[in-house]
């Protein structure tokens, strides 16, 4: 069984920096792209970030461009979220996500995702 643990949320001020994890559990991570997405109250979910199975592609929303930066370290089976610059309409629910299938493909669309993790909140006061 696949788990996945979000953790690092918090609350910060705009401006200010917070670290996501992800650490996952039940098979071999290296193997696999993993995704970040967020939702915020009354939106629906959408996309942050993902990267490939060995960090060597990586792909952002526009909103985030140049501001977070996604990695992974495969011997601790963690994905990183480092988020900067944060401002008020980062706040929202994170959560990272994994496909059931190995895969060289980085992917955008949830629906190309099939274990997600729990959530960790993140807010950024003004």
């Known amino acids: 069984q696949v788990q996945l643990v979000e953790s690092g949320g918090g609350l910060v001020q705009a401006g200010g920096s917070l670290r996501l994890s992800c650490a996952a559990s039940?098979?071999?991570?290296?193997?696999?792209?993993v995704g970040w997405f967020r939702q915020a109250p009354g939106k629906e979910r959408e996309f942050v970030s993902t990267i490939s199975w060995n960090g060597g592609r990586t792909y952002y929303a526009d909103s985030v461009k140049g501001r977070f930066t996604i990695s992974r370290d495969n011997a601790k089976n963690t994905v990183y979220l480092q988020m900067n610059s944060l401002n008020p309409e980062d706040t929202a629910v994170y959560y990272c996500?994994?496909?059931?299938?190995?895969?060289?493909?980085?992917?955008?669309?949830?629906?190309?995702?099939?274990?997600w993790g729990q959530g960790t909140q993140v807010t950024v006061s003004s």
């Open positions: 039940g098979r071999t991570f290296s193997r696999y792209a």
């Open positions: 996500a994994t496909p059931r299938l190995p895969s060289t493909t980085i992917y955008s669309k949830a629906e190309s995702y099939d274990y």
